[in-house]
């Protein structure tokens, strides 16, 4: 089961680290939503790698 969890969050996680990456071709850090952005975009690898780790102890 946790497998079948995982494999989703990794997915989630790595298409949230190349959002980042694509964020910092599309905006300056100085927009304002630049922050914003790159704000969200680690709140859902964390929650990722979080919710990884809570099945891992399953």
Partial sequence: VAHEI???LASI???AES???RLRDLL???DPQH???ASY???IQGEAFR???I???L
């Fill in 6 to 8: 995982n494999n989703p």
């Fill in 13 to 15: 996680a790595m298409s």
């Fill in 19 to 21: 959002l980042e990456g």
């Fill in 28 to 30: 300056t850090e100085e």
């Fill in 35 to 37: 922050a914003v952005v």
């Fill in 41 to 43: 975009l680690r709140m």
């Fill in 51 to 53: 919710c990884k780790e």
């Fill in 55 to 57: 099945t891992e102890r």
